[in-house]
């Protein structure tokens, strides 16, 4: 069983810059990747962006193109997420998420089994 521990979450003014970190545990295999969610109070959760360990192909949400960046750690399955220029409307709680799949990570959060309890990320105004 997987399991995925997130950290680096925070308060921070808007324009400011955060990094989350996301380490998974567990054995993986072939087409493994990992993403983050968010969620913010009232919302659905919605994709931020995702990244496979193979390949290295990356897919970002709208919202996240030109401001968020996810790139692997140097040491295990860690993925990051830098997030600059951050705007109140990016407060949320945001969550690890991994999985398998063919192709570039998917913005469906069902094809993602493995889930972290998530950070809070707070932007202010």
């Known amino acids: 069983q997987m399991q995925l521990a997130e950290s680096g979450g925070g308060l921070v003014q808007a324009g400011g810059s955060l990094r989350l970190s996301c380490a998974a545990a567990?054995?993986?295999?072939?087409?493994?990747?990992m993403g983050w969610f968010r969620q913010a109070p009232g919302k659905e959760r919605e994709f931020v962006a995702g990244l496979t360990w193979s390949g290295g192909m990356k897919t970002y949400a709208d919202s996240a193109k030109g401001r968020f960046t996810i790139f692997p750690a140097n040491a295990g399955k860690t993925v990051l997420l830098e997030m600059n220029s951050l705007k109140p409307e990016d407060t949320a709680a945001y969550y690890c998420a991994a999985g398998y799949w063919v192709g570039p990570p998917p913005s469906n959060d069902r094809q993602y089994a493995y889930w972290g309890q998530g950070t809070q990320v707070t932007v202010s105004s």
């Open positions: 567990g054995r993986t295999f072939g087409n493994f990747g």
